[in-house]
């Protein structure tokens, strides 16, 4: 985030008053898809889910699932179709219900980024 801050000095001498101007950027490569696993959407994001999907049809080569959620601050959890395979939806979306809804507001839209890992024992 930039800002700016002016500052004003006068050199007697000859009578002109000159400005400087500091601020400071920070800038880092924008990340297409914006999200690796998942999205929380708040019931009061500004843009819907089906914009959401649709913007992910168009900036990502994975598919990506709407899950709609009855609450009051979580409308839908957005889940990369291919993890839906190693995890089911509705674990996502208890997950996101327990541990992510009391950090958001309803307008928000989060990211979240899931490592699973599943541990497979038995005999063949």
Do not use: C
């Not at 800002?3 to 004003?8: D, I, L, V």
């Not at 929380?40 to 913007?55: F, I, K, N, R, Y």
């Not at 490592?115 to 038995?122: A, F, N, P, S, T």
């Amino acid at each position: 985030m930039a800002f700016n801050n002016s500052s004003f000095s006068s050199d007697s001498r000859s009578g002109h008053e000159t400005e400087a101007q500091f601020f400071r950027a920070r800038f880092r490569s924008y990340d297409l898809p914006p999200v690796r696993d998942a999205l929380v959407v708040g019931s009061a994001a500004p843009v819907a889910l089906d914009a959401l999907l649709q913007t992910l049809r168009l900036t990502s080569l994975e598919s990506f699932v709407g899950i709609p959620v009855n609450d009051d601050i979580v409308a839908a959890v957005i889940v990369r179709e291919s993890l839906l395979k190693r995890l089911p939806g509705d674990t996502i979306t208890r997950f996101a219900l327990a541990k992510v809804k009391p950090s958001m507001a309803a307008s928000d839209v989060l990211r979240l980024d899931l490592d699973v890992e599943i541990l497979i024992e038995g005999t063949i």
